[in-house]
């Protein structure tokens, strides 16, 4: 990244005061199947030493501070009070009743020695008894789900499970993340626009609220962060958002963005960046993991196709320059092909135009690993989030945008999807947070052109 002058700290508001990150914390995974038993055996093996957190900004990234040629830059660790990774504990719900062990190897992510070496790690996170429809999830029909008949039940249930959990481990802090499978797209519902009408649905058993409502419900009232990685609506309702800000719970959402939707939202951003024209842009996937099965369900592929859908439109802002990007054919598929397992792989092709209106066109062929590119993730954006909750930041957490292809913002603010953006406004809230100045990347300073 290029840098540059400083924004007057008068323009914002003072650096709050950061609990300091003391004592264990709880991490609560909804849903304990690729992307949880990767985050989890990873972090056991970077715990023992014999793995590098590779992929993960907050382990591994850096923030420069002040002017350029001051040369300070400083771990972002070093800079903001993080839970190391020894001070995680792991619980997990999920309708199947496999251990992490035994997830992790149907996953098929990693490979056997590589999960037999955190082996007696994995053996202890055996999954509670989920709070599961199979009406929002049809390809998912496992035997370990809860039995209570209503809405509040269940709410009740979950928190239960919390604090029995935080008491034993004697945890001080707690973050639940939504690792469970996508749900299928909700039409919209008045349930969700006050949380007046949420709480009354709540109250009636309403099949508008969806298990993953009820997990953000639970864990939000007592004040847990909650991360959502899937493209479920679950927090990204007025109503769940007001009641993270009364419970003064973070909140930061939503779908992951690890393969194709990152190259996009880097590619898209240059070829704007050029002005240059861009026709059609044709996505495809084959992909082999449960997630891809779920995915099949055209219902579960309508939320993801929306929150893949969204990200070029939000960069490329046709309103603005409709001779480039009026008429832009943008078409996703995800194809579930079992011998790939959780190896994607991703064609693009990108029809864009020149000078002149002259074609060119654009291929690319991501060959990653759905979850091995996911579990970084969620390790930072677990760890941020209860920063963002020491720090005393409620509700959104649009800086956090980075990570996900549907970022939840402010009403009436449109989302932020160039990843280089997302990428400096963290960083830039990181020095907030620390009490150093913002970077503008203006530069004026180093030069002498107005005296
Ligand atoms: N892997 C990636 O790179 C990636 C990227 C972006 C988003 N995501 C999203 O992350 C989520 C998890 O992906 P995955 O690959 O681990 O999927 P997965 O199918 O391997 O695991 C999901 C697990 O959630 C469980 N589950 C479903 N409903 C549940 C409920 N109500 N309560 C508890 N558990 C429940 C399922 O039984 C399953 O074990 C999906 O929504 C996916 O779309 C993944």
Aim: hydrophobic letters at 40%.
């Amino acid at each position: 990244m290029s840098s540059g002058e400083h924004v007057p700290q008068g323009s914002l508001p003072s650096s709050p005061q950061i609990a300091p990150a003391d004592g264990q914390l709880a991490v609560f995974c909804v849903g304990l199947g690729a992307v949880a038993t990767t985050l989890i055996a990873g972090v056991e093996a970077i715990r023992g030493g014999s793995e590098q957190p590779i992929g993960s900004l907050s382990q591994f990234g850096t923030v420069r501070l002040g002017r350029r040629d001051e040369q300070r830059v400083t771990r972002i660790g070093d800079l903001v009070p993080l839970a190391s990774l020894p001070q995680l504990d792991f619980c997990a719900w999920d309708p199947y009743p496999d251990d992490a062990f035994v997830a992790a190897t149907r996953a098929g992510v990693l490979d056997q020695p590589s999960i037999e070496r955190v082996g007696a790690y994995l053996r202890t996170v055996r999954p509670l008894p989920a709070v599961f429809d199979s009406s929002y999830v049809t390809q998912v029909n496992g035997p370990n789900t809860r039995g209570e008949e209503t809405h509040r039940q269940r709410v009740e249930a979950i928190r239960a499970d919390i604090t029995t959990f935080m008491e034993a481990k004697g945890s001080s802090r707690g973050v639940m993340v939504w690792t469970g499978s996508t749900e299928a797209l909700l039409p919209d519902h008045e349930a969700y626009h006050s949380l007046e009408a949420f709480e009354a649905a709540l109250d009636r058993s309403d099949r508008a609220i969806a298990p993953s409502m009820l997990y953000a419900y639970a864990g939000l009232g007592l004040g847990l962060p909650f991360v959502n990685c899937s493209p479920n609506l679950s927090i990204d309702t007025p109503a769940l958002t007001r009641y993270a800000t009364e419970h003064s719970a973070a909140i930061a959402g939503k779908d992951l963005k690890t393969g194709q939707t990152m190259v996009k939202t880097v590619l898209a951003p240059m070829i704007k960046a050029r002005m240059l024209g861009l026709s059609g842009w044709y996505s495809t996937n084959i992909l082999g993991n449960r997630d891809g099965e779920v995915l099949q369900d055209p219902d579960s592929f309508r939320a993801k196709e929306q929150s893949k859908l969204g990200v070029l439109e939000g960069i490329m802002q046709p309103e603005l320059y409709p001779e480039l990007y009026g008429d832009i054919e943008h078409q996703v598929s995800i194809n579930y092909y079992p011998p790939r397992g959780d190896n994607k792989e991703g064609w693009d092709n990108i029809d864009i135009f020149g000078w002149l209106g002259y074609p060119m066109q654009l291929k690319v062929n991501f060959l990653c690993r759905d979850s091995i590119l996911a579990a970084p993730l969620v390790l930072d954006l677990l760890l941020f989030a209860d920063l963002a909750q020491r720090a005393g930041m409620r509700g959104i957490q649009e800086w956090l945008s980075f990570y996900f292809k549907s970022p939840q913002s402010a009403p009436g603010v449109y989302p932020e999807h160039d990843l280089f953006i997302q990428l400096t406004k963290l960083k830039n809230t990181l020095r907030f947070l620390a009490g150093e100045e913002p970077i503008t990347h203006l530069g004026l300073e180093y030069y002498d052109y107005f005296s």
